[in-house]
């Protein structure tokens, strides 16, 4: 599959004359260890990324800090699925959770594309909310598509100005698999329902790795890891 070049035509902050040191040396760190990094490095000005997928980043990331925050984006538009795996992980874990969401009358899908959409309901909420943070946390994965395959564990977010911490970046499906067994953690039901990778329900297909966002569109990914990196 070919991936469109990306165009970083917004100016970037300048990377920490630090990072690249220790991108190096957590390259290939254990998540745990990543996860330590961070919340040692970067304390209450870290955010972890949840999709509500599964639980896999959360369950890693509240054993390095239980009262870490994570922050999910409601888009208004998910599978009943998801908002209620989402209820279940703040049940099971007392989770510090931000819900962040779409400015009233934000664009969507119907009215002015999945483009416009994603931008007003994903990527706006969320630069918003990282504007006041110090790092954030993604389960972004090298193995989940072509869009994903240059990604590091430590990387400069050069267009939020602020660090991107990857700690499962080099796990497999397996990888996943397996740690969702040995600890029991939580999924989203509509994984065994033939969703790898879930995002709303308008723009998500029963697919493999992420062939079923908006399927048959070319598209990959939604934006929100579409920055310049560095580190
Ligand atoms: S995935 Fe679809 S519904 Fe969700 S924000 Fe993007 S375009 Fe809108």
Same mark, same amino acid.
């Given at each position: 599959?070919?991936?469109? +070049?990306?165009?970083?035509?917004? +100016? ?6 630090? #990072?690249?040191?220790?991108? /190096?040396?957590?390259? &290939? ?5 990543? #996860? ?5 490095? =970067? ?6 990324? $949840?999709?509500?997928? &599964?639980?896999?980043? !959360? ?17 208004? =538009? ?19 959770? !931000? ?5 009233? *009358?934000?664009?969507?899908?119907? /009215? ?5 959409? $994603? ?20 389960? #972004? ?7 994903? /395959? ?33 600890? &029991? ?9 033939? =969703? ?9 297909? +029963? ?8 399927? *048959? ?5 939604? *934006?929100?890891? #579409? ?5």
């Amino acid at each position: 599959m070919s991936v469109a +070049p990306l165009d970083f035509g917004a +100016p970037v902050a300048p990377r920490p004359a630090w #990072l690249p040191a220790v991108a /190096a040396e957590l390259a &290939d760190a254990p998540a745990a260890d990543v #996860l330590a990094w961070a919340v040692t490095t =970067f304390g209450a000005a870290l955010t972890v990324a $949840c999709s509500m997928q &599964d639980a896999v980043l !959360v369950d890693l990331a509240v054993r390095a800090d239980p009262g870490v925050e994570v922050a999910f984006l409601d888009t208004g =538009f998910h599978f009943p699925e998801t908002l209620e795996t989402a209820r279940r992980l703040q049940a099971r874990y007392r989770l510090k959770l !931000v819900t962040l969401r779409p400015e009233p *009358g934000a664009a969507s899908f119907r /009215a002015n594309g999945t483009e416009a959409c $994603c931008a007003a309901r994903k990527v706006g909420p969320l630069d918003r909310h990282l504007a006041g943070r110090a790092a954030w946390v993604t389960g #972004l994965r090298r193995a989940e598509s072509p869009s994903r /395959a240059g990604a590091a564990t430590l990387e400069w977010d050069a267009g939020r100005g602020l660090v991107k911490v990857n700690p499962i970046v080099a796990w497999s499906d397996d990888d996943v698999e397996r740690y969702i067994a040995e600890h &029991d953690v939580i999924m989203n039901p509509l994984r065994d329902k033939g =969703f790898d990778s879930i995002g709303c329900a308008p723009c998500t297909l +029963p697919g493999s790795g992420r062939s079923g966002r908006w399927a *048959g569109s070319g598209r990959l990914e939604c *934006g929100l890891h #579409l920055v310049p990196r560095g580190g």
